[in-house]
């Protein structure tokens, strides 16, 4: 008899915590709703909040990580049984939607990409390794671009750039002191301030100097033209003609802002910015040089404004979005950068050549010959054209073999040699539903650490199937985010 009464009242307990935990999380739940609905006031303790109360909740606002970090407090303080300190390092929330380069530790701000000691270990560049995860799961954290990353939920699910985020598991690659001093860092190189806990679905952006008032590309009301393949059948006599380049895409709004083709802000370092022409917007890639894609990508996503890195980055422009002809519109572009007075400007913009394609013929030569210097292909202008935003058939592009986008939606095992690691990648079309596989032109260390399930890959192929697939799709690069 005892042991029944024993049993029902731990039963009792039992339901008692769980019907607790639930009403928690529906308090939470509704309360964090509440204040995105009232735009309710910022809670200054951000990230570092525990507070559970509704009023609290209802009243400030609070980043959408803040749950995740909660949740791994607990986990922390289960597994270590109340050994530990339940408080986190505080996680910086950067309100941007671009994620940006990672500063190295100490003196270095520039990280290793400045070619002095490398503050960023212990991975090298491009490296992963995985890590046991407190129960069964395995994580895997990268090196990319100059900033880590981790599959975990922690790392995936905080707000800001990947140069602020951490997890317990960077802490314990790197070392908690290691960390902390990256994390230091970042906060003195970019002068975050509070206003850096503004949600980046909100117009007002914060740049590295705290100021919230950049514009947003959107204001800007442009589309960036994008470029159809030539397919030899349309006549190109008379058109302008300019090598394709490999770089970052980007829009310079003429009013001291850089955005990526995704109209994310570009933080260039402030000389940079004062060589741009004023008073005009130009359409153009910031480029590094041939074959040095991913260096140059790295080096425009990061966050720190670092003169050192972008000494070699170049403002190709060949375009000035406006109403009028192509041909005038690079000539605007021209005029308006010789009229420039900047001591710099020289190493910081100029404007791509353009030559008149007098036939097939021509193109294909010049495809040739930019191809044996480590080009990319060619680009065709119609040089009667206005501006239009979106793909158009007034811009095309040449090249030996086609290239295009996919999203990975699963890794396929591989066999035979490859046994154990990854055979291919079954990626879709973006905006379809056709599938293909792509299980060529990976390296041994791609098969080991493929790209994510999620993440989008450049893959080159030669023609498209009557079903509209890709014939003989060969992966090139996994594409970072812009």
């Known amino acids: 008899m005892r042991r029944l009464q024993r049993f029902l009242v731990l039963g009792n307990s039992c339901y008692h915590r769980a019907v607790q935990s639930y009403q928690q999380q529906a308090m939470y739940s509704a309360a964090n709703k509440t204040a995105r609905r009232t735009k309710a006031a910022l809670c200054k303790y951000g990230l570092d909040c525990r507070r559970v109360n509704v009023r609290h909740w209802s009243e400030y606002e609070h980043p959408e990580a803040h749950k995740v970090l909660v949740a791994e407090d607990l986990e922390r303080s289960d597994a270590t049984k109340g050994t530990q300190d339940k408080k986190t390092v505080l996680h910086t929330d950067v309100s941007q939607d671009q994620d940006g380069m990672a500063s190295g530790g100490g003196t270095n701000s520039c990280g290793s990409l400045s070619g002095d000691q490398d503050d960023l270990g212990p991975l090298l560049e491009g490296e992963t390794t995985t890590m046991q995860g407190s129960g069964s799961s395995v994580y895997t954290l990268k090196r990319f671009g100059g900033t880590y990353s981790c599959t975990c939920v922690a790392w995936k699910f905080q707000k800001g750039a990947g140069v602020v985020r951490t997890c317990k598991h960077l802490k314990k690659l790197r070392g908690e ?39 947003d590309a959107a204001s800007l009301d442009l589309e960036i033209a994008l470029a159809h393949k030539w397919d030899s059948t349309k006549s190109v006599v008379g058109w302008m003609m300019s ?60 966050q720190d404004k670092c003169t050192k890195s972008w000494k070699e980055i170049r403002f190709v422009v060949f375009d000035a979005p406006c109403d009028q002809p192509f041909t005038d519109r690079l000539a605007l572009a021209r005029k308006a950068i010789e009229a420039s007075t900047h001591h710099r400007l020289g190493d910081v913009v100029r404007v791509l050549e353009h030559t008149r394609c007098t036939g097939e013929s021509h193109v294909h030569e010049e495809l040739k010959r930019i191809e044996a210097l480590g080009g990319e292909g060619v680009m065709l202008r119609n040089p009667t054209a206005h501006y239009v935003g979106g793909r158009t058939q007034d811009l095309l592009k040449v090249k030996s073999s086609h290239d295009a986008e996919a999203v990975v939606v699963a890794h396929v095992p591989g066999k035979g040699k490859h046994a154990g690691r990854l055979g291919a990648l079954l990626c879709r079309m973006p905006g379809t539903t056709k599938e293909f596989k792509v299980g060529t032109g990976f390296t041994d260390n791609e098969r080991e650490h493929p790209p994510a399930v999620g993440s989008t890959i450049t893959y080159s192929y030669f023609e498209l199937t009557k079903a509209d697939i890709p014939r003989f799709p060969a992966y090139v690069r996994e594409r970072p985010p812009e």
């Open 177 to 215: 002191d290691a960390e902390a001093a990256r994390l230091r860092n970042v906060v003195s190189v970019t002068k975050i301030t509070d206003n850096t806990a503004i949600p980046a679905t909100k117009r007002r952006r914060t740049d590295a100097s705290g100021t919230t008032d950049i514009p």
């Open 243 to 302: 090598e394709k380049l490999d770089g970052m895409r980007c829009l310079w709004n003429g009013a001291g802002t850089l955005f990526s083709r995704a109209k994310n802000v570009i933080y260039a370092p402030d000389d940079f910015i004062g060589a741009l022409p004023k008073g005009i917007v130009l359409d153009g890639e910031l480029f590094l040089g041939r074959g040095r894609f991913q260096e140059c990508m790295s080096i425009c996503r990061r």
